[in-house]
């Protein structure tokens, strides 16, 4: 099953919200101590789990702070407490634990794939050594006390990220999302919450943990995922039927304009690369390196742009953009003859 969906469920992310015992929330936590506190009660106790890297995001400019919300590794929330929070990642940055975010600590864990308990079971280790350090805010009514009433009880947010560019062309998407609702699941953009959606990337996960086990909701989250799977295998047979020489012709000229344009903006990036990806997926282009072509997604962003290329002086973002897009997809995409 999960080759059937590998390019369908992207992967998979687990996210827990835990908040220390007696202190106030981060609308009210202005005393640094408070924070620093927390800060350093984690990184206590990670140096135990691994060898993570602590980024303090007041030691970093705005910059590389943007770079990081690119990568889906820190939140616009902590980046909006940039004086008081930190974030620690683990070497393959599988792991990333914010603190002094919406809640005091978020820890997060996210693998490739279709498989929501590869990334709970490494999740839970590092939530077991918190939880038996940190006096954590817990009800017996109402499990884990967070800011948000939506993650009372577990505190557990059980997500997978998906590529549905035939559910997407079929207009059927915001039906899913009505009906996500109904059933207790949200649909989201690339970014999670208000985020608006780029290249047919939706996330789904639970939408509440009151009430239910985690067992409960990853069960749930990956049976609801499968439907959604499903209804794309078939769309995807639907419009090939319908629209075959249409989709082919978009897939040719997004590649087109990746090799050879001259000017590309981000939004206009994101779209064409997942023609391609689509293309490769339908088996009209060949993606020599799977995961060098993910990357692009982030590298070719804003802030990760600007580090990687050093964009200064008169050299306008949408032209190195161009530059650099255009050379990796000559290096790892073909189109099949």
């Given at each position: 099953?999960?080759?059937?969906?590998?390019?369908?469920?992207?992967?998979?992310?687990?996210?827990?919200?835990?908040?220390?015992?007696?202190?106030?929330?981060?609308?009210?936590?202005?005393?640094?101590?408070?924070a620093?506190?927390?800060?350093?009660?984690?990184?206590?106790?990670?140096?135990?789990?691994?060898?993570?890297?602590?980024?303090?995001?007041?030691?970093?400019?705005?910059?590389e702070?943007?770079?990081l919300?690119?990568?889906?590794?820190?939140?616009?929330?902590?980046?909006?407490?940039?004086?008081?929070?930190?974030?620690?990642?683990?070497?393959?940055?599988?792991?990333?634990?914010?603190?002094?975010?919406?809640?005091?600590i978020?820890?997060?864990?996210?693998?490739?794939?279709?498989?929501?308990?590869k990334?709970?079971?490494?999740?839970?280790k590092?939530?077991?050594?918190i939880?038996?350090?940190i006096?954590?805010?817990y009800s017996a009514?109402?499990?884990?006390?967070?800011?948000s009433?939506?993650?009372?009880?577990?505190?557990?947010?059980?997500?997978?990220?998906m590529?549905?560019?035939?559910?997407?062309r079929?207009?059927?998407?915001?039906?899913?999302?009505?009906?996500?609702?109904?059933?207790?699941?949200?649909v989201?953009?690339?970014?999670?919450?208000?985020s608006?959606?780029?290249?047919?990337?939706?996330?789904?996960?639970?939408?509440?943990?009151?009430?239910?086990?985690?067992?409960e909701?990853?069960?749930?989250?990956?049976?609801?995922?499968?439907?959604?799977?499903?209804?794309e295998?078939?769309?995807?047979?639907d419009?090939l039927?319908?629209?075959?020489?249409?989709?082919?012709?978009?897939?040719?000229?997004?590649?087109?304009?990746?090799?050879?344009?001259?000017?590309?903006?981000?939004?206009?990036?994101?779209k064409?690369?997942?023609l391609v990806?689509?293309?490769?997926?339908l088996?009209?282009?060949?993606?020599?390196?799977?995961?060098?072509?993910?990357r692009?997604?982030?590298?070719g962003?804003?802030?990760?742009?600007?580090e990687?290329?050093?964009?200064?002086?008169?050299?306008k973002?949408?032209?190195?953009?161009?530059?650099y897009?255009?050379?990796?997809?000559?290096?790892?995409?073909?189109?099949v003859?």
């Amino acid at each position: 099953m999960k080759r059937k969906f590998e390019n369908i469920a992207i992967s998979s992310r687990i996210r827990l919200a835990r908040n220390v015992s007696g202190f106030n929330f981060f609308t009210k936590l202005r005393e640094i101590p408070h924070a620093v506190f927390i800060i350093n009660s984690v990184k206590n106790i990670l140096s135990e789990c691994g060898d993570f890297d602590l980024l303090k995001l007041k030691d970093l400019s705005l910059n590389e702070c943007n770079a990081l919300l690119e990568r889906h590794i820190i939140s616009k929330e902590l980046i909006e407490n940039k004086d008081i929070s930190a974030v620690f990642v683990s070497p393959d940055e599988h792991i990333f634990v914010m603190v002094n975010e919406e809640d005091h600590i978020r820890e997060q864990c996210i693998f490739d794939g279709f498989d929501l308990w590869k990334p709970y079971f490494e999740l839970k280790k590092i939530d077991d050594a918190i939880l038996n350090e940190i006096d954590i805010a817990y009800s017996a009514k109402y499990g884990f006390i967070t800011s948000s009433p939506a993650n009372l009880g577990t505190a557990m947010r059980a997500s997978v990220m998906m590529f549905l560019p035939a559910i997407e062309r079929n207009h059927d998407i915001e039906l899913i999302k009505k009906g996500a609702r109904g059933l207790g699941y949200t649909v989201r953009g690339l970014y999670g919450e208000g985020s608006s959606t780029y290249g047919s990337f939706y996330q789904i996960s639970n939408q509440n943990s009151l009430g239910k086990s985690e067992k409960e909701i990853l069960d749930g989250v990956f049976e609801y995922v499968n439907t959604i799977c499903e209804m794309e295998l078939s769309a995807r047979e639907d419009i090939l039927a319908v629209n075959h020489d249409q989709i082919i012709d978009e897939i040719y000229r997004a590649y087109g304009i990746l090799k050879e344009s001259m000017i590309l903006h981000e939004d206009e990036m994101i779209k064409l690369l997942s023609l391609v990806k689509f293309g490769d997926v339908l088996g009209y282009l060949k993606i020599t390196d799977k995961k060098a072509f993910s990357r692009l997604y982030v590298e070719g962003c804003s802030a990760n742009l600007k580090e990687i290329e050093n964009i200064s002086g008169n050299l306008k973002e949408e032209v190195a953009r161009s530059a650099y897009i255009s050379r990796k997809i000559n290096e790892i995409v073909r189109k099949v003859k």
